[in-house]
Nanobody
Framework: QLQLVESGGGLVQRGGSLRLSCAASGFILGNYYIGWFRQAPGKEREPVSCSSSSGYSTNYAESVKGRFTISRDNAKNTVYLQMNSLKPEDTAAYYC????????????????????WGQGTQVTVSS
């Protein structure tokens, strides 16, 4: 059974940091590109970042550039999202998603392209 499990969310003050993890089971993460998305109450789900299967290519939403870093450890079948300088507007449920790709340099920031999703982890940034 293919499964993605996020962890690492929590409550943090403005300016603080969190590292989210997305652990895959049932498949080899190194064959998939990974995206991180977030959804705040009453808002649409929005892309945050993505990483190609090789980790060679990454992309970020403008709102998180310079503050968030996506990385992956394919040996551990895990992808990370390091979030620094957090702001109250970063408060949301964060989800990771995966899609198989032959192109090791491809990742996309469109939620509809992804086949597998985790259950989400809540990040709350207080002011």
């Amino acid at each position: 059974q293919l499964q993605l499990v996020e962890s690492g969310g929590g409550l943090v003050q403005r300016g603080g940091s969190l590292r989210l993890s997305c652990a895959a089971s049932g498949f080899i993460l190194g064959n998939y590109y990974i995206g991180w998305f977030r959804q705040a109450p009453g808002k649409e789900r929005e892309p945050v970042s993505c990483s190609s299967s090789s980790g060679y290519s990454t992309n970020y939403a403008e709102s998180v550039k310079g503050r968030f870093t996506i990385s992956r450890d394919n040996a551990k079948n895990t992808v990370y999202l390091q979030m620094n300088s957090l702001k109250p507007e970063d408060t949301a449920a964060y989800y990771c998603a995966a899609r198989w790709s032959f192109d090791q340099r491809l990742c996309v920031m469109t939620s509809g392209d992804y086949d597998y999703w985790g259950q989400g982890t809540q990040v709350t940034v207080s002011s």
